[in-house]
């Protein structure tokens, strides 16, 4: 935070990243299909988010919307977790400004849907359905409509699963943990997830991290050649608001629960 003027008026300084989100990079922007990450990508992206809520969970902050949209891999292959607009104190129970799930309904976690108290294993939840949609290249919950969805994602039985085998087995294991309905039987933290899927990775060969930085780097680049040279930037984006199109993308709703 830093002072602007005598009366006291903050300004936050935040650095200009660049990159596209983990949304942006999944489809193929000719034809619009699912294009999943390579295996090696998806669960180094995978890590690092890991790495990146294990921090914000030291503090006592739940992101409570992890998802795609929400994930920027910049020009040169880091991953950052972005928009803490809807965080929270762990602890809390999900209802906030009144009633209704904040977030977006196909990453929400079970204990998010029944409006009970959330901790850091309720982003391990969202992160687990970002990782398979990576490997996917579609959200395991997703259904055809928002109270499928809901139903879906309570059951925590995902309606669609990475075929991993060979080297990649362990990780299968992981993710299903990550995914268990009910807090305590999924992973203790954000460390102990990012170190499961370092050691899939190093027991696959891709121990370094630079390597997997520079294939992420890669993938931005190829996407960025296909996509508009300028986009536009609303002015209420800029404000900080919520100018979220529910009709035109799934990934970008907030449900209204009674």
Known sequence: F?????TGHMIVAM????????????????????????????????ALLAEGLHAAHATGVIHRDVSPSNVLVTDTGDVHLIDFGIARVAGLAQTTHGQGLRGKWAYAAPEQIAGQPLDGRTDLFSLGSVIVESLLGRAPFAQADREATLARIQTAVPARWPDLSGVWLRANAILHAMLRRDPPDRPAD??????????????????????????????????????????????????????TRPDQDADATEVRMA
């Not at 830093?2 to 005598?6: A, H, N, Q, Y």
């Not at 990159?19 to 669960?43: D, M």
């Open 15 to 46: 650095p200009w990243l660049g990159g596209l989100s983990l949304r942006q990079l999944l489809p193929a922007p000719e034809s619009g299909e699912p294009e999943p990450l390579p295996v090696q990508l998806a669960l180094h992206l995978g």
């Open 2 to 6: 830093l002072p602007v003027s005598s």
């Open 190 to 243: 954000g460390a102990a997830v990012a170190h499961l899927l370092r050691g899939v990775l190093e027991q696959a060969g891709f121990a370094q991290t630079d390597q997997l930085c520079a294939g992420l780097a890669e993938r931005v680049a190829a996407r960025r050649r296909q996509l508009p040279e300028e986009t536009s930037i609303l002015a209420a984006e800029l404000r900080g608001e919520d100018v």
